[in-house]
């Protein structure tokens, strides 16, 4: 896409994460703001704490009060004004193209900015926050949260989500009109991740050069399926005598891994890395044979995600077993560039596991197949392009 003009754009994160940078919100922020550094723009980029993002960025600090960081409906509150006066000041002090923001919970800031600045905004949803408190966490202040969401979907110029599924949740929840609403799917960098990466690094440090390795990499939640393969690597493991499950990440099961691994003597076998650094995932990803990202939906709800882990294994050239919940069905095909598993079944993922090994010739076809497909329509590069398409409708 030809630059019409140099840019100044500035993300915007609001919410309190502490030192939590790390998983796919980290991945969009230094991918996204890398896309606009590499097309010749100025990238600010304002939160309320550190990020690991490209050397070229201008990062903002705008800090909350950590006093109160276990009550976020008190500490949020508040920090709207502080936060949104110093975004006032960002857009005076660097003329402001547009702003991307990042949509977190009890947080109306749009509605004073709006008052005194037309910039154009895009915000950024990958779930409706209310819904999310109310179905699967502690929701206190539920009208008042309700509010505040729906003040900034109301002033947002054009809102972005990240699945067909959210884009309907959020018409019916909100009655929001669909001609704002924009499906914007992750992405990945297919030249950061790709099949040329050597694997040697990797394999040598956990011992795994004559290993068949399985692996995953993400956060260590009951969504992402995690449980659902540490329950599959003992099925595997008696079967393919070299075979091991490296999982790259960290999370919540994390405990749960470490503890299956000890129960049933796998604990040379079951390999759990930690959270590891966003430049150094590629290396571990290409010291895999197969990818697994055994996805589930959890309290009978739909699956509004757009995995980045997906478009990341697929860019690897790597046999891929996955479910096809939700947005997956249209990106996970099945015997053409992953094998689809059964939702919540160790077996059914032992199963494909087992098939891609019996059979090298489908794995090499997969594999390349889903390097082809995420190159043709995944890349941050399409979702820089059409973040800019909607930026010079709304300006």
């Given amino acids: 896409m030809e630059i019409q003009k140099k840019l100044n754009v500035l993300f915007w994160r609001t919410g309190f994460y502490g030192a939590l940078t790390a998983g796919g919100v980290g991945t969009l922020y230094y991918s996204l703001t890398n896309e606009f550094i590499k097309n010749g723009h100025n990238v600010h980029f304002a939160s309320g704490g550190p990020m690991n993002l490209p050397d070229k960025v201008n990062k903002h600090l705008i800090e909350y009060n950590k006093f109160l960081r276990n009550f976020p409906e008190i500490h949020n509150l508040p920090y709207n004004k502080k936060s949104t006066q110093q975004i006032i000041d960002l857009i005076n002090n660097y003329n402001i193209d547009f702003i991307y923001l990042h949509h977190h919970d009890f947080h109306f800031g749009l509605d004073l900015l709006k008052k005194v600045k037309k910039t154009p905004i895009i915000l950024h949803l990958d779930s409706i926050e209310y819904w999310v408190k109310k179905n699967w966490g502690k929701l206190y202040l539920s009208k008042l949260m309700k509010w505040c969401e729906e003040i900034e979907l109301e002033n947002a110029n054009s809102i972005f989500v990240v699945s067909d599924v959210l884009k309907k949740q959020l018409v019916e929840f909100y009655n929001i009109n669909e001609s704002k609403i924009v499906v914007s799917h992750n992405g990945v960098d297919i030249d950061k991740f790709n099949p040329q990466i050597s694997p040697d690094s990797i394999r040598d440090k ?37 075979a091991k499950i490296l999982l790259i990440g ?10 299956f691994a000890i129960k049933n003597n796998l604990e040379n076998k079951i390999m759990v890395t930690g959270l590891v650094p966003f430049n150094e995932v590629p290396k571990y990803l290409a010291a895999c044979d197969i990818l697994v990202s055994p996805f589930k939906t959890t309290n009978n709800t739909m699956f509004f995600n757009s995995p980045i882990k997906t478009f990341e294994y697929m860019a690897m050239g790597k046999p891929i077993v ?13 015997e053409n560039n992953s094998l689809v598993m059964e939702e919540n079944n160790p077996n059914s993922l032992a199963e494909k596991v087992f098939k891609i090994l019996e059979n090298p010739q489908l794995a090499n076809q997969l594999g390349k197949n889903a390097r082809e497909f995420v190159v043709k329509n995944y890349s941050w590069s399409k979702k820089y392009e059409l973040i800019m398409e909607i930026y010079n409708k709304l300006k």
């Fill in 206 to 242: 956990f011992n795994l050069q004559d290993s068949f390795v399985i692996g995953y990499s993400g956060v260590f939640n009951l969504y992402h399926g995690i449980d659902t393969l540490i329950q599959a690597s003992k099925i595997i493991i008696n079967k393919v005598k070299n």
């Fill in 250 to 259: 960290d999370g919540e099961l994390r405990k749960y891994a470490d503890d």
């Fill in 322 to 334: 996955t479910t096809n919940i939700g947005q997956l069905a249209d990106i996970c095909l099945d």
